[in-house]
């Protein structure tokens, strides 16, 4: 029988051929599984795809799936930061910078609203008894609302008002914030700077860094755009392969990715100041990206050590984000333009985390391993949290606040747009 088998074996043997393997496989099926799931989570309970996205990759993380290693290196990493730096890019190329010329008080809002949050939640960990060189950090992670996870509510509901653009806006203005002292910190993590020009030095060096590389890419498109429609298929291609390349070039070179397509995009909009959408083509691919960084985030967050007293800890630091958000937001609303109510719900809206702040915990963890896994003890369970409510929490913001077009409630049992068509 042996005998027989090795036969058999030998023969398939000269038919196989080398291909990608097996892990190729299993992540295909497992982003199929993603999209499928999102969108029976949208039809059957109103809620955002990502929700879906995240609840796979939560399951693949506890089930032991063997996906990116943490902290996140090579490949995973790279596949991140690129799906971060297209949402970034866009949101960059999104923010109006004239409008705060003429409505000083969103940029008041923006910097009381992060600074509090930062104050609010180191002080609270610290009251806990936690570390300051562990607070800090863990305490300009939740800084960041993640623009990709309001980007993605806001297709999903069809959302167009003041809430989600001031929400977006602050979210971009307040992840710039975080990605440039985030990754200035965490080379700081095991030394104590003794003056304010060591502290400052390493700021500089990551903004300068990626400002420059931000600089180029946005330089480069301008030029394309000059002699290419916005709609080709080759600007799309185009406009991918630089924000790949940028994103490439300065992560190497020792800035953030995340932060130069994000001034990438602020000063594209600056030098090309006519109205652009994002072509249709890269509108697919980076909608595959966007998919592939929610389940990865939730992945790698489900991998971390969950007990009781880590999880009484990130209810506390989630509540304490929460209320301070919504307060920064709403002392700074007198003279904003916006209502009270408006106000409440943009706060609201400002509680999802997702990427941008799985990428700032990597780089503690990198920079430290002993510190960066007590402070991602605390982190990759709020992350997780955080990307489900945070996007519940999202919609019910814009839904409360009149600003979707598509109805609350899940319409499984109406006609589809796809039994329509």
Same mark, same amino acid.
């Given at each position: 029988?042996?005998?027989?088998?090795?036969?058999?074996?030998?023969?398939?043997?000269?038919?196989?051929?080398?291909?990608?393997?097996?892990?190729?496989?299993?992540?295909?099926?497992?982003?199929?599984?993603?999209?499928?799931?999102?969108?029976?989570?949208?039809?059957?309970?109103?809620?955002?795809?990502?929700?879906?996205?995240?609840?796979?990759?939560?399951?693949?993380?506890?089930?032991?799936?063997?996906?990116?290693?943490?902290?996140?290196?090579?490949?995973?990493?790279?596949?991140?930061?690129?799906?971060?730096?297209?949402?970034?890019?866009?949101?960059?190329?999104?923010?109006?910078?004239?409008?705060?010329?003429?409505?000083?008080?969103?940029?008041?809002?923006?910097?009381?609203?992060?600074?509090?949050?930062?104050?609010?939640?180191?002080?609270?960990?610290?009251?806990?008894?936690?570390?300051?060189?562990?607070?800090?950090?863990?305490?300009?992670?939740?800084?960041?609302?993640?623009?990709?996870?309001?980007?993605?509510?806001?297709?999903?509901?069809?959302?167009?008002?003041?809430?989600?653009?001031?929400?977006?806006?602050?979210?971009?203005?307040?992840?710039?914030?975080?990605?440039?002292?985030?990754?200035?910190?965490?080379?700081?993590?095991?030394?104590?700077?003794?003056?304010?020009?060591?502290?400052?030095?390493?700021?500089?060096?990551?903004?300068?860094?990626?400002?420059?590389?931000?600089? #180029?890419?946005?330089?480069?498109?301008?030029?394309?755009?000059?002699?290419?429609?916005?709609?080709?298929?080759?600007?799309?291609?185009?406009?991918?392969?630089?924000?790949?390349?940028?994103?490439?070039? @300065?992560?190497?070179?020792?800035?953030?990715?995340?932060?130069?397509?994000?001034?990438?995009?602020?000063?594209?909009?600056?030098?090309?100041?006519?109205?652009?959408?994002?072509?249709?083509? =890269?509108?697919?691919?980076?909608?595959?990206?966007?998919? #592939?960084?929610?389940? =990865?985030?939730?992945?790698?967050?489900?991998?971390?050590?969950?007990?009781?007293?880590?999880?009484?800890?990130?209810?506390?630091?989630?509540?304490?984000?929460?209320?301070?958000?919504?307060?920064?937001?709403?002392?700074?609303?007198?003279?904003?333009?916006?209502?009270?109510?408006?106000?409440?719900?943009?706060?609201?809206?400002?509680?999802?985390?997702?990427?941008?702040? =799985?990428?700032? @915990?990597?780089?503690?963890?990198?920079?430290?391993?002993? #510190?960066?896994?007590?402070?991602?003890?605390?982190?990759?369970?709020?992350?997780?949290?955080?990307?489900?409510?945070?996007?519940?929490?999202?919609?019910?913001?814009?839904?409360?606040?009149?600003?979707?077009?598509?109805?609350?409630?899940?319409? @499984?049992?109406?006609?589809?747009?796809?039994?329509?068509?």
């Amino acid at each position: 029988m042996n005998a027989f088998l090795n036969d058999l074996l030998g023969f398939w043997s000269e038919w196989v051929r080398p291909s990608a393997g097996f892990p190729t496989v299993v992540w295909s099926l497992l982003l199929a599984a993603a999209a499928a799931a999102g969108h029976l989570v949208q039809r059957y309970t109103g809620m955002p795809k990502l929700v879906g996205y995240t609840v796979v990759g939560t399951i693949a993380g506890f089930s032991g799936f063997e996906g990116p290693m943490w902290p996140l290196q090579g490949t995973g990493l790279f596949l991140l930061e690129l799906g971060v730096a297209i949402v970034l890019f866009e949101a960059g190329g999104r923010l109006p910078l004239r409008w705060f010329r003429y409505n000083p008080m969103v940029l008041v809002q923006s910097i009381l609203e992060a600074t509090l949050t930062y104050f609010a939640v180191f002080w609270t960990l610290s009251w806990l008894g936690m570390a300051d060189v562990v607070a800090g950090p863990l305490a300009l992670i939740a800084v960041v609302a993640s623009p990709a996870v309001l980007s993605r509510v806001a297709l999903d509901a069809s959302a167009t008002g003041p809430v989600i653009e001031r929400a977006l806006a602050l979210a971009t203005l307040n992840t710039l914030y975080a990605l440039t002292l985030g990754y200035a910190h965490a080379g700081m993590l095991e030394r104590a700077p003794a003056t304010l020009m060591q502290k400052l030095y390493p700021v500089a060096v990551v903004l300068g860094l990626s400002f420059v590389v931000g600089a #180029l890419m946005a330089l480069a498109l301008r030029s394309a755009l000059r002699v290419m429609s916005p709609s080709s298929e080759n600007t799309s291609i185009l406009l991918l392969a630089i924000i790949a390349a940028g994103a490439a070039v @300065a992560a190497h070179l020792g800035g953030s990715a995340a932060l130069a397509a994000l001034i990438g995009g602020v000063l594209l909009k600056q030098l090309n100041p006519k109205p652009w959408t994002w072509p249709r083509q =890269l509108g697919t691919a980076s909608s595959l990206l966007t998919m #592939l960084m929610f389940v =990865l985030v939730s992945m790698v967050a489900a991998q971390a050590d969950w007990s009781l007293p880590v999880a009484s800890t990130v209810l506390i630091l989630l509540g304490v984000r929460l209320v301070a958000k919504v307060a920064g937001v709403a002392i700074a609303n007198p003279g904003s333009g916006a209502s009270w109510t408006q106000a409440l719900w943009l706060g609201v809206a400002m509680s999802p985390l997702s990427a941008v702040a =799985l990428l700032i @915990a990597s780089n503690f963890v990198t920079a430290s391993p002993l #510190l960066g896994n007590m402070i991602t003890q605390i982190a990759l369970p709020a992350i997780l949290l955080m990307e489900v409510l945070g996007a519940v929490l999202a919609t019910v913001a814009i839904h409360a606040a009149g600003e979707s077009s598509q109805p609350w409630l899940a319409q @499984a049992f109406s006609r589809s747009e796809e039994t329509t068509r």
